[in-house]
C-alpha cells in the first residue's frame, strides 16, 4: 500500500540519507546474498544490454558489467556515482548517467534485455511508480526481463510498500513471472516479456 508521511522528506534528505550509509552497504553480507541470489535468478548467462535504475554505489552494476555487453547505470545521487565510476573506471561497458527518475530517463538506442530496479522504488509516490513502471515496460521487448528487488522492513522516508511496487511493476500483460523469492528481508521477483 502506498503512504504518503505527513510531511515528505525532500530530495536533499534521501540523498543525505543515502550518502551516510554508502560505506556500510557495499561491505554487508546482507547486500551481497542479495546480490548473488538476483545474479543467479537471472534467465540467460549472458545480455547484449541492461539498464539499471538506481544504481548506487555500483555494487550491482559491477556484477551486471561482468555479464552485459552494455550496461546503463542511472541514479540521482552525483556523489553514489562518483563512486560507482570509481569503482568501476576500468569496465569500458558501462555508462553512467544522473537521472531523477522517472522524469529524467537514459537515451537508449533499442529496447534492452535487462532492466534492474533494487531499492529504489519505494522513495518514489504511486504516480511515479505507475510512469517508472510504463517507462520500462517501453524499453522492454519479447525475451527482455525485468527484476525488481527491494527490501520488505520499515524505514524513515520509504513511500510505498514492497509488494505494492511490485504489483505495479508486474501489471503489463506482456509480462510473465519468472522468479519470485521472499525471505524475511526482500521480495525479488523477475518477469519476463513474452509476444
Known sequence: ????????????????????DTPDIRSAWFERRRRAMVMASLGRRRYHSALELGCGTGGMTSLLAARCDHVTACDMSTSALVQAREQLDHAANVRFLPCRLPRDWPTLASPVQLIVLCDMAYYLGEDDTRVLAARC??????GSELVACHGLHAFPGRRAETRAIHAILGDDPRLRETVRLEDGDFLLQIWRCVP
Open 137 to 142: 515496460h517501453e524499453h522492454m521487448a519479447p
Open 1 to 20: 500500500m502506498f503512504q504518503i508521511p505527513p510531511t515528505l522528506p525532500t530530495a536533499g534528505d534521501l540523498l543525505a540519507a543515502f550518502d551516510t
